[in-house]
């Protein structure tokens, strides 16, 4: 059975203020996660289809074509681990 | 300087990022190699490869006579008066713990005073910090005025018979604001104190003569100007690192280990600069970092400083044509070198790091290890900062700014 751990490559909190949550996905499975993400999240903008500014269960992030992806106001990682097993299995 | 000359000597800038061709503005984190870097690394494990100092056969002999002709290549970039003053280590901020912990430890008490300015990097803060809740001295912080430039009032006023040290970086990481270390210096040997200067972002980047400047110690990364991680540079006055004791204990950095068993152990430190390279040093580091610094004298210092100056003033420009761009720093480019912090209203400083990312463009985003003048001077929660070296182009300029707008109309 699928984990999130198959799709992640790495989680990375960033510094400043900001405490933003940087999700980065494995190389050889980041179309696939991109794909299940945009069939599940709702999609409220995007740019040029390289990056999605999307909403899930009343989070709000950014996708990039690149693999990556920046979740913000997340408490926990437990939180953070919730939703993207939502998004992604 | 003939920047496409420059660029066929880097390997890495042929590469595509995210379908995109590399542009690379990182270069106040970390620079990339040349050939003549990465070829000189190949040939001492290809050739040359020992380790240094002692032993009798050739090939110890050949790694020695590099990396010591590696330490006086350096010695002469920076002007020191003789080799044994250059230790080696593994960058600036091992550079700076080691002036902390060694001299630190050794001469201050409760009472004295170490002066450093809000506008540091963490690296010449928290060793200061460390070692004041052991000895119990008292750090002063010099304030930054709000463009980010030194309050030099402030900072001379600072000073006082208590002062033992003041620590400042020549160029700040963050703003890339020219401090006058050279004018600090004299007035800190006038209040009897030394001067230790954090140069990590000047000698890469200018002609930095430790003679002229009359830094007591000046510290240094070789990976922040074309040479390998791992390896960097403590420059220290020979009569004030004679009379410290060393950092680290081990191999090399001792003449004899003599034990009895009615006496102990008598230890017999080794000279200068072997005191303070406790065990097998980073030898094709130094080696590296040699050639690196052949290459930049080849293109001559002035040129690089003129090329970064003229980029960096291009690129402010041009970010100022879109109102949702805030450049942060000075306006006078004469007191500022080749780093631009700043910010697209409506992004998060990552945000805008990632969508540029994706355009292959490489930006850093965050407190760029300088919190207190993110917060205290700048007033920000965090930035964004495009920082050029010698082969970066105005052509990638205008690339990242397109993006930029682009960044600025979501």
């Known amino acids: 059975m699928a984990t999130v751990e198959d799709y992640v490559s790495r989680i990375e909190g960033t510094c400043g203020e900001e405490k933003d949550v940087i999700v980065v996905f494995k190389y050889e499975k980041k179309d696939e996660a991109i794909s299940q993400i945009l069939k599940k999240a709702k999609l409220k903008n995007t740019i040029a289809g390289i990056i999605f500014e999307l909403t899930f269960q009343d989070t709000s992030f950014r996708l990039y074509s690149s693999g990556k992806a920046i979740f913000r106001s997340i408490k926990n990682k437990q939180e953070l681990n919730n939703l993207l097993a939502n998004l992604l299995l | ?410």
């Open chain 2, 1 to 410: 300087m003939d920047v496409q000359a420059v660029r066929q000597d880097f390997p890495i800038l042929n590469r595509q990022v995210n379908n995109n061709p590399l542009i690379y503005f990182d270069n106040a984190a970390t620079t990339q190699k040349p050939c003549q870097v990465i070829d000189a690394i190949s040939d001492f494990y290809e050739n040359h490869n020992a380790n240094v100092h002692r032993a009798v056969h050739t090939l110890s002999l050949e790694a020695t006579d590099l990396y010591e002709k590696s330490r006086e290549e350096i010695a002469k970039f920076v002007n020191a008066k003789q080799p044994a003053e250059l230790v080696f280590v593994r960058g600036t901020t091992e550079a700076i713990n080691l002036v902390a912990y060694s001299w630190g430890l050794s001469s201050l008490s409760k009472g004295d005073e170490v002066l450093v300015s809000l506008m540091e990097h963490h690296s010449n803060i928290v060793p200061w910090e460390i070692i004041s809740k052991i000895k119990g001295f008292t750090i002063k912080y010099a304030n930054v005025n709000s463009d980010g430039t030194l309050d030099y009032d402030d900072f001379e006023s600072k000073f006082c018979s208590k002062t033992k040290i003041a620590c400042l970086s020549h160029v700040s990481n963050v703003t890339g604001v020219i401090n006058d270390v050279k004018q600090i210096a004299k007035v800190a040997h006038e209040n009897g104190a030394l001067m230790l200067v954090d140069a990590a972002q000047s000698v890469p980047h200018m002609t930095v003569d430790v003679q002229d400047l009359d830094a007591d110690f000046l510290a240094f990364s070789g990976h922040k100007m074309l040479g390998p991680t791992g390896i960097g540079v403590l420059y220290g006055k020979k009569e004030l690192l004679e009379k410290i004791p060393p950092f680290q204990g081990g191999g090399e950095m001792i003449k004899e280990v003599e034990f009895s068993q009615n006496k102990g152990c008598s230890i017999n430190w080794n000279d200068l600069p072997w005191k303070f390279e406790a065990g097998t040093p980073n030898i094709e580091g130094a080696v590296g970092l040699a050639e690196a610094v052949k290459y930049l004298e080849a293109l001559g210092m002035d040129e690089v400083l003129s090329h970064e100056k003229a980029l960096t003033k291009y690129a402010i420009e041009r970010m100022q044509e879109c109102n949702k761009i805030m450049v942060h720093g000075p306006c006078d480019f004469s007191k500022k070198c080749g780093i631009i912090p700043f910010n697209v209203k409506g992004s998060s400083s990552h945000d805008v790091a990632l969508i540029c990312d994706n355009y292959g463009i490489m930006i850093r985003s965050g407190y760029h290890c300088a919190q207190p003048l993110h917060q205290q001077v700048l007033k920000l929660q965090s930035s964004d900062r495009a920082s050029f070296y010698i082969y970066n182009t105005r052509e990638e300029i205008d690339r990242f700014v397109e993006v930029l707008k682009e960044i600025g109309q979501l």
